[in-house]
């Protein structure tokens, strides 16, 4: 264990080691620490730009690690030969499990995503060990609605206080976008609490000691046994996502580029996943806020199509609801597009009642596109439970309201690795088969 000291900018503790829940579990708060200031003087500037299409992305340092940043499990566990054996131990398990949500900070009070944060930390009590997530996946939008360090406690490190796990993040438009007349730097506070040189203790963080996560910027390739998730950056505009521009350049599309070809150069058999928080296809036909980023899918497309190589999902927030698409390839092949944007922050319902499923996108020359499922009731909430084995990846959607005892999802999706098609999950043996012969046991027994 690294010995403890302070930065060279005497601000965040360095202590050399991940550090996740607190010890001891404490009670749900029900106000901020640092009362929300508002942004409706911020609006009043920004909108105008907004429907205007003024607003332009912004640039970003870029991160360490070359042209294909990257980051293990192992790394985010501490680096250390027992973290080294606690990645094995999955893979010897057969299975890794994970969560992803986005749009998860709030800006009212506490309570809507503390409801979402409590189902989350429930999952860690399993029968199996198999079962329970090794880290959670945070689709941008984390700190509304500048991003701004002072509400990081508040709205990131209080609701995560008992999730005993590591946090990683992509940064979404509300994390990248600066608030007009503050001087502030984009992403400024994003940097500095997920993309540290070392695990150190944030001063936005006190008095609590998770310590911020060391991705290598705010795109990479994020590796744990099973699984491989490419992360993007897709910007700070509200719509549409991006990922190059004249303004921030193709160091996106290259990294992009770079990491499908080591994919396919490393004859990875498992499952690859897109994490970004500006999703392709949005229902939006129905009065739904936000849209789809048809170039940035684009540019995706481009780039999949030149390696050969193509994601088993992706993963992305934005929308305040959830919704689920599938992509039917020309192959045959068949892509589930899910978005997870009630993490916590004001969660919307669509406009009128939209059947599904339905299609969306059809015709000549284009891949079919189908809604299969959607929840956006107003004040839902909820959150996605990512399964993957060697041979399947199985995305479940849990709302909060469900609570702490309920643990069967309300949709999911099951993809066969191999064949890149639905299929059906093999369900694990958690117990149940041996309580069932014991009773029939004692039955026997005792009659």
Not at 268 to 287: D, E, T, W
Not at 312 to 326: D, E, M
Not at 330 to 357: F, M, W
Not at 382 to 403: F, K, M, N
């Amino acid at each position: 264990m690294a010995s403890t000291r302070r930065s060279p900018a005497g601000k965040d503790l360095v202590v050399g080691h991940p550090v996740y829940a607190q010890p001891q579990p404490t009670a749900d708060p029900t106000t901020f620490r640092v009362t929300y200031a508002g942004d409706k003087e911020a609006y009043a500037v920004l909108d105008p730009l907004i429907k205007a299409h003024r607003l332009e992305p912004l640039p970003f340092p870029p991160p360490r690690g070359g042209t294909e940043p990257q980051l293990t499990l192992a790394q985010v566990y501490g680096g250390s030969a027992s973290a080294t054996a606690a990645t094995k131990a999955i893979t010897a398990r057969g299975q890794i499990v994970f969560h992803a949500l986005g749009d998860c900070g709030s800006t009212k009070a506490p309570k809507t995503e503390v409801e979402v944060t409590d189902k989350l930390v429930s999952d860690f009590n399993e029968v199996d060990a198999k079962e329970v997530p090794k880290f959670a996946l945070l689709l941008g939008d984390i700190v509304y609605s500048f991003g701004e360090g002072q509400y990081y406690y508040d709205q990131f490190y209080e609701p995560y206080r008992d999730y005993r796990a590591p946090i990683l993040a992509v940064a979404g438009n509300h994390d990248g976008i600066v608030r007009p007349g503050t001087g502030a730097s984009s992403l400024e506070a994003f940097l500095r609490n997920f993309c540290a040189d070392d695990f150190a203790i944030s001063l936005d963080a006190y008095p609590l000691s998770r310590t911020a996560q060391i991705q290598p910027g705010v795109f990479f390739t994020f590796e744990a046994p099973f699984v491989r998730i490419i992360a993007l950056y897709s910007n700070m505009l509200e719509d549409p996502g991006v990922i190059r521009s004249p303004e921030i350049g193709d160091s996106q599309l290259k990294f992009l580029d770079a990491a499908l070809a080591r994919v396919k150069s490393d004859g990875f058999k498992g499952a690859l996943l897109l994490a970004m928080h500006h999703p392709p296809y949005v229902a939006s036909a129905h009065g739904g806020r936000h849209a789809g980023s048809p170039e940035m899918l684009a540019d995706i497309d481009g780039a999949c199509q030149k390696a050969a190589v193509w994601p088993h999902a992706v993963l992305a927030g934005h929308v305040h609801n959830y919704q689920r698409f599938t992509r039917k390839r020309s192959d045959g092949t068949e892509i589930p597009y899910v978005s997870c944007g009630n993490g916590g922050h004001n969660a919307q319902a669509l406009k009128g009642a939209l059947r599904a499923p339905q299609v969306i996108q059809s015709g000549r020359g284009v891949d079919t596109v189908v809604l299969e499922n959607y929840d956006a009731a107003p004040g839902h909430f909820g959150y996605l439970r990512v399964l993957v084995t060697e041979r399947q990846l199985r995305i479940e959607y849990h709302p909060a309201s469900d609570g702490p005892t309920t643990k069967a999802p309300d949709d999911s999706v099951t993809i066969d690795l191999v064949t890149r098609k639905r299929t059906t999950w093999v369900a694990n043996n958690l117990g149940v088969p041996r309580m069932a012969s014991d009773v029939r046991r004692k039955r026997t027994r005792y009659p």
